[in-house]
């Protein structure tokens, strides 16, 4: 196993340790960096082994014995948290708060104590704030990272919580520890192109067919393996970053059948003004920080990932 510290691309054959290793952007994310070289080992209570993982421990991360005894015991050159409750209102929001919140704090202390040199958090585009119930319209569209953040649940709360936790390490760590933040878009595992249930229980096809689904999120989608690349890619260049950044990760195009400037006016019209600014099949988050800072772009959509039989 070779080391990487803060400087230069993980070399080939770092350990990397993922949690949330067995989950549908989990999957993809081991494959991408095994592919890349890198040692993986992951974390994640479900069942199931992701191919080429080295090693799999059900570890409880909300635990903060347990997350120094897996950081110490594997002492990996960089961590990527994905581990979470991964969507609102699954649990009761006492439960999602306390166990999102306790995991980021839980990853990046032990992380600081036990030589990992790259951390990156897994948070979300729901801290923006879409789907309030009582009514919400963006500042400007396409929304990047500069745009306010507005959470109303307990999940958005907390995925924006791990945010500034993983800031707040990052300011006490200098640049001796780097540290990020991804906010990828409503995660498509390669399985459900062909038809499998999308973590909404929705197929992509009734996404599509019915509008009013997608329509709450502004339509936003990115390929779990186009996800996974980024972040491969952010791993390798951390050294170069400001400490605490944080990116969108999104498809170059709508989950959505009809542009977007014509689409969102009818389904949330509270958007319409802001709509008009997008043209075409453009979305309504940008990746543009990425592709600057990092010179990644998705390469997949829903047009030529989706499966023609079903």
């Known amino acids: 196993m070779s080391g990487a510290g803060t400087s230069g691309p993980l070399e080939p054959g770092s350990r990397v340790l993922v949690t949330g290793s067995a989950g549908r952007f989990g999957r993809s994310v081991v494959a991408e960096l095994v592919a890349a070289g890198h040692e993986v080992i992951g974390i994640d209570p479900a069942p ?7 090693s799999v421990l059900p570890a409880d991360l909300t635990d903060l014995g ?9 002492r990996p050159s960089a961590v990527v948290h994905l581990a ?3 969507t609102p209102f699954s649990r009761t929001d006492a439960v999602t708060y306390r166990t999102n919140t306790q995991l980021a704090f839980n990853v990046c202390e032990s992380a600081v ?12 585009p729901t801290v923006i704030g879409y789907g309030a119930p009582h009514g919400w319209s963006p500042s400007y569209l396409p929304i990047d990272e500069d745009h306010p953040a507005e959470p109303w649940n307990a999940y958005s709360l907390s995925k924006l919580a791990a945010e500034q936790t993983m800031r707040t390490f990052a300011k006490a760590a200098g640049d001796r520890i780097k540290f990020a933040a991804v906010r990828p878009c409503f995660v498509v595992a390669p399985e459900e192109w062909k038809g499998a249930p999308t973590q909404s229980g929705h197929s992509i096809a009734e996404r599509l067919d019915r509008p009013e689904l997608g329509g709450v999120s502004l339509f936003n989608y990115i390929d779990a393996r186009d996800a996974a690349e980024m972040l491969r890619v952010l791993l390798d260049a951390m050294p170069e970053l400001p400490n605490g950044e944080v990116f969108f990760a999104s498809a170059a195009d709508a989950l959505a059948r009809e542009p977007l400037a014509e689409l969102l006016p009818r389904i949330l019209p509270s958007t319409a003004p802001q709509a008009a600014a997008l043209s075409g099949t453009a979305p309504a988050f940008s990746s543009a920080k990425a592709e600057r800072l990092l010179g990644w772009r998705p390469e997949r959509s829903w047009r030529t990932e989706l499966s023609t039989e079903i």
């Open 48 to 54: 199931g082994t992701p191919v080429g993982c080295a």
């Open 66 to 74: 347990e997350a120094y005894g897996v950081l110490s015991r594997f």
């Open 84 to 86: 979470a409750i991964a």
């Open 113 to 124: 104590h036990s030589g990992v040199r790259r951390v990156v958090v897994a948070s979300s």
